[in-house]
């Protein structure tokens, strides 16, 4: 059974930094591609930013390139995302995803399949 779990969030301040993690368990996590979406309040959720399997291929949403960081341990089998230059349009709950490994013309679109339960990041203005 796939587990995801996000750790990390909580509240701070416009212009802070947080920093959230995603231990994965019950995959190969050095074959899965990882991703970070965020939803909020009355809004859908959206992509963030994704991380290939072995690091090299990244990928943001306009909104928040210069300024957040995606990384991955697949020692410890963990995801990260570093946020810095925080708003309060980056307000909501965010949620890790994973697939297996997409090809690089597939790696904006495929779809993620795990996914965590979320944790909740409030930017206060």
């Known amino acids: 059974q796939v587990q995801l779990d996000e750790s990390g969030g909580g509240v701070v301040q416009a212009g802070g930094s947080l920093r959230l993690s995603c231990a994965a368990a019950?995959?190969?996590?050095?074959?899965?591609?990882m991703a970070w979406f965020r939803q909020a309040p009355g809004k859908e959720r959206e992509f963030v930013a994704s991380?290939?399997?072995?690091?090299?291929?990244?990928y943001y949403t306009d909104s928040v390139k210069g300024r957040f960081t995606i990384s991955r341990s697949n020692v410890k089998s963990t995801v990260y995302l570093q946020m810095n230059s925080l708003k309060s349009e980056d307000t909501g709950v965010y949620y890790c995803?994973?697939?297996?490994?997409?090809?690089?013309?597939?790696?904006?679109?495929?779809?993620?399949?795990?996914w965590g339960q979320g944790t909740q990041v409030t930017v206060s203005s």
């Open positions: 995803a994973g697939r297996a490994r997409a090809i690089t013309s597939e790696f904006r679109n495929k779809e993620y399949v795990y």
């Open positions: 991380i290939g399997w072995n690091g090299i291929l990244t």
């Open positions: 019950g995959l190969t996590f050095s074959s899965t591609d």
